[in-house]
């Protein structure tokens, strides 16, 4: 019955574009309908990131979902800088990061039936995250201190955008290869799975989909956020982020529930990895066509980062995980989450 109604609730996302691009609705509705039918969408990642899996095993599987799963963020970021919103850039992608860590990875763990990850390629995504925070500090610090100007600080943020591109590349690659080689599925062999490229292109598809409608949520968020009285800043580090995340969000849950904790880590962890290390330095590159985007954090921001890398950290240690390990990452976020909103006020 639940599968029957997400299957037919697919429908709102089409519904949902024609509506905005008709005018036919009011923002505060398309705001929740947009919301609601990110539902439906993220579940269907989750049913098509599975099948890959089946296919390239867990690692392999877990990039392509966040991968797929950070597009929409990676498109909604170019939309806020060309239109100026540096603020909502730098506040969206900080807390994807942080909400990957603590939110999406917590969820899972909670809806899921514990077991052990992949030791080796989630430490690694871990260590691309702290890379980030170490090398974000640079610019961070020279805003901090107010002596360097806008141009100089946005100076700054190139050869750091440079060298954790690069560090992503190499160290994908080299990730990649090791999960391809040691490729062992962790679906039961009694599962039968869709064809590799109908996977794909299911998750290509949805993803454009959900890119569209992550799109309208934003648009319409700024209507929502002046009538429940929230920061700009809160609103993007925490509501925005969600939305863009709810491909990780469902895909994570899905699969976790269905007891296929290590893809769910991978999920989660590299999707924290990719948004730190590839999707921010992107879109702080390619900025220089439009506006120039500095990675000149806020310390919250920094400290948040660093804290959920260094607790994730903690409570995998042994490569193990557990449903009291995800509530305490939930409870992180939530206090986290706090701090975003005060720091907005």
């Known amino acids: 019955m ?37 539902v439906p969408l993220a579940w269907l990642i989750g049913e098509a ?14 990039f392509l979902n966040a991968t797929f799963g950070n597009a929409p963020e990676l498109i909604i970021a170019l939309f806020a800088v060309s239109n100026g919103l540096s603020g909502v850039v730098r506040g969206s992608l900080t807390g994807s990061i942080v909400g990957n860590l603590l939110l999406v990875l917590g969820a899972a763990l909670v809806f899921g039936k514990g077991g052990k990850i992949d030791r080796v390629s989630s430490f690694t995504w871990l260590a691309l995250v702290g890379l980030s925070v170490l090398l974000f500090s640079v610019p961070a610090a020279l805003g901090w201190a107010g002596r360097s100007s806008r141009q100089v600080t946005a100076l700054s943020s190139v050869p750091v955008a440079i060298a954790l591109l690069a560090c992503y590349l190499v160290v994908t690659w080299r990730t990649l290869r090791r999960h391809h080689l040691l490729h062992v599925s962790d679906l039961p062999r009694n599962i039968e799975a869709w064809s590799l490229p109908l996977s794909l292109a299911t998750l290509a598809a949805t993803t454009v989909v959900t890119a569209f409608v992550a799109e309208i949520v934003v648009g319409t968020i ?3 956020a002046r009538h429940a009285h929230l920061s700009e800043f809160f609103v993007a580090a925490v509501i925005v982020a969600i939305a863009g995340n709810a491909a990780e969000h469902g895909g994570a849950i899905v699969v976790a529930s269905r007891g296929h904790t290590k893809l769910a880590s991978e999920i989660a962890l590299s999707s924290a990895a990719q948004v730190a290390v590839f999707v921010l330095p992107a879109v702080a590159l390619v900025s220089w066509s439009m506006k120039p985007l500095t990675l000149a954090f806020r310390p919250v921001e920094v400290v948040a980062v660093a ?35 005060l720091a907005g006020r």
């Open 222 to 224: 700024d209507t929502f």
């Open 49 to 62: 990131t599975e099948h890959v899996a089946k296919h390239t095993g867990a690692g392999i599987g877990g």
């Open 2 to 38: 639940t599968r029957r109604i997400l299957w037919l609730g697919l429908a709102l996302g089409p519904l949902v574009i024609a509506l905005d691009a008709a005018s036919a609705a009011s923002k505060t509705f398309l705001f929740v309908l947009a919301a609601v039918s990110l």
């Open 307 to 341: 804290l959920s890398t260094a607790l994730v950290g903690l409570l995998l240690a042994r490569g193990r995980t557990s449903r009291l390990r995800g509530w305490a990452l939930l409870a992180a976020y939530a206090a986290l989450a706090t701090a975003f909103f």
